[in-house]
């Protein structure tokens, strides 16, 4: 199995809510063949877990940016309306293609 996919499948267990592989990956592990190599990994969830999945990637000490408006989000926030999230474990910079 592909080492971030078994990442994500482990930083995932025990959730307790339900997630779901897309993306290029998803694809993969559908086809059971590699087709290219990938820099990130795109995952979704219901949402009604919407918030139940952002306080658990903010509780593991990830960063969250709104993916309207790139502004990063804390736990505070969760009220927040959104279906679209960029999760890094680091501070860096953004930068979009």
């Known amino acids: 199995m592909n080492k971030l996919i078994l990442e994500c499948y482990n930083f995932f267990k025990n959730c307790g809510f339900t997630y ?32 139940n999945a952002i306080e658990f990637v903010l509780k593991k000490g990830w ?12 736990i505070d926030e969760l009220y927040l309306q959104g279906y679209t ?7 860096e910079d953004i930068w979009f293609l």
């Open 20 to 51: 779901a592989f897309c993306g290029g990956y998803a694809l993969e592990l559908f086809l059971n063949k590699t087709l290219r190599t990938h820099s990130d990994i795109d995952t979704t969830v219901f949402e009604e877990d919407r918030i």
């Open 85 to 91: 999230w960029y999760c890094f474990d680091f501070e």
């Open 63 to 74: 960063n969250i940016y709104d993916g309207s408006n790139m502004e990063k989000i804390n």
